[in-house]
């Protein structure tokens, strides 16, 4: 069966410092990929979304960056958080067409201080 | 452009009563898809249910069931007895290329 893991759980990072967020997928191949970030109390944005390796589409510009190295690894970057970065991050991944189900990572809670 | 919209921000019940979850959407596609997650306190989305355009059955799947009207727009989502673990934030979403678009999403306390 397919899983989805995402690394750190939890992050505290002081205004100014990079980012490094990371997500794998198990048990499938050439997998869709996205970057979600949820403000507290806020619905899900979309950030990027990933059909193959180096394939990166971006939904919002902001001072962060999507990479996809590996065919079932997406890390998500920014040289230099802001306070407004803070939020939970969610990954997710899906197969076949553009309709398929979307199946959740754990999630990543990022306080920019 | 395609639009979720979820009116209900907050929903409060006391255990074993029904609650209906609206969910209206936009989109000028013929062919699209709707969902369903759910959102515990721990944060991850768990999927519950994807319903394409030219289906309108109503499914049902234990406590849980899905009114789908085109003429509407909507796809409600209804708990029958509701119990506390029932307790979450619920997305609705549309799927159009490659792209989900959710909705705000609502709250559901039920209290014992």
């Known amino acids: 069966s397919q899983t989805i893991h995402q690394w750190p759980a939890t992050l505290v990072q002081p205004v100014g410092s990079p980012l490094s967020l990371e997500c794998t997928v198990e048990?499938?191949?050439?997998?869709?990929l996205y970057w979600y970030r949820q403000a507290a109390g806020r619905g899900l944005q979309l950030l990027f979304y990933?059909?193959?390796?180096?394939?990166i589409s971006s939904e919002v510009p902001q001072n962060l960056s999507a990479s996809r190295p590996q065919d079932r690894q997406f890390i998500l970057s920014s040289k230099k958080l802001l306070l407004s970065d803070s939020g939970f991050y969610l990954c997710?991944?899906?197969?076949?067409?553009?309709?398929?189900?979307?199946?959740f990572g754990p999630g990543t809670r990022l306080t920019v201080l | 452009a395609q639009k979720v919209t979820q009116a209900q921000t907050e929903i409060s019940v006391v255990e074993k009563e029904d609650v209906t979850l609206d969910c209206v959407y936009e989109?000028?596609?013929?062919?699209?898809?709707l969902f369903w997650y759910k959102q515990p306190p721990s944060g991850e989305l768990v999927f519950l249910i994807r319903?394409?355009?030219?289906?309108?059955q109503n499914e049902i799947s234990g406590r849980y069931s899905w009114n789908f009207q085109k003429s509407t727009s909507s796809f409600n989502f209804t708990i029958t007895a509701s119990q506390v673990v029932d307790s979450a934030v619920y997305f609705c979403?549309?799927?159009?290329?490659?792209?989900?678009?959710f909705g705000s999403g609502t709250k559901l306390n039920v209290k014992p």
């Open positions: 997710a991944w899906s197969v076949g067409v553009s309709t398929d189900t979307q199946y």
């Open positions: 048990g499938t191949s050439n997998p869709n």
């Open positions: 990933s059909v193959g390796i180096g394939q």
């Open positions: 989109t000028r596609d013929t062919t699209y898809y």
């Open positions: 319903r394409n355009s030219f289906d309108e």
């Open positions: 979403a549309l799927s159009y290329f490659n792209k989900f678009y």
